[in-house]
């Protein structure tokens, strides 16, 4: 993780932050935002910069199961954070070093959306096709 203090700077000088916005090292980003004009303000937490505070402090509250990393599935590219995240879980290097690593490389580009298999009922010998999709079960 960045030390606090650049971490700090460097999530100051962001206008907006969202999820998977790679302005820190969490492995999990997450931000939130609640905005009340009748009290004329907005509030944002970086949640999972939180969390790593807390587990630093609360070590006991926090558990990490390990599984082997998937490969790419998603419709769209993979956004460079995860991709980042992942390539850092699995050659075991902090997220930093692989983004330098990987700094000119393409993440994995999105899969095309396999076309979904019918449900297919056998009534009486005959194949009838249900989009279920369109059913309404009462
Ligand atoms: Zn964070």
């Keep these: ?13 962001q206008e907006v932050w969202n999820v998977n916005d790679d302005l820190c090292d969490c492995t999990y980003q997450r931000a939130g935002y ?6 004329g303000e907005t509030l944002e937490i970086r949640f999972c910069c939180v969390w790593a505070e807390f587990e630093k402090q609360w070590p006991q509250f926090f558990r990490r199961t390990q599984i082997e990393p998937a490969a790419w599935n998603g ?8 991709w980042h995240r992942q390539m850092a879980a699995i050659e075991e290097v902090s997220i ?4 330098e690593v990987y700094r ?11 076309e979904k298999l019918p449900f297919v009922l056998l009534v009486n010998g005959t194949e009838v096709v249900v989009d279920l999709a369109k059913m309404r079960i009462r």
């Design 104 to 114: 000119d490389a393409d993440a994995p580009k999105g899969v095309p959306v396999k």
């Design 96 to 99: 930093p070093a692989i983004r």
């Design 75 to 82: 419709g769209a590219d993979m956004p460079r954070s995860i």
């Design 1 to 13: 993780m960045l030390a606090l203090e650049q971490a700090i700077q460097i999530i100051q000088s």
């Design 34 to 39: 609640w905005n009340n004009p009748y009290i």
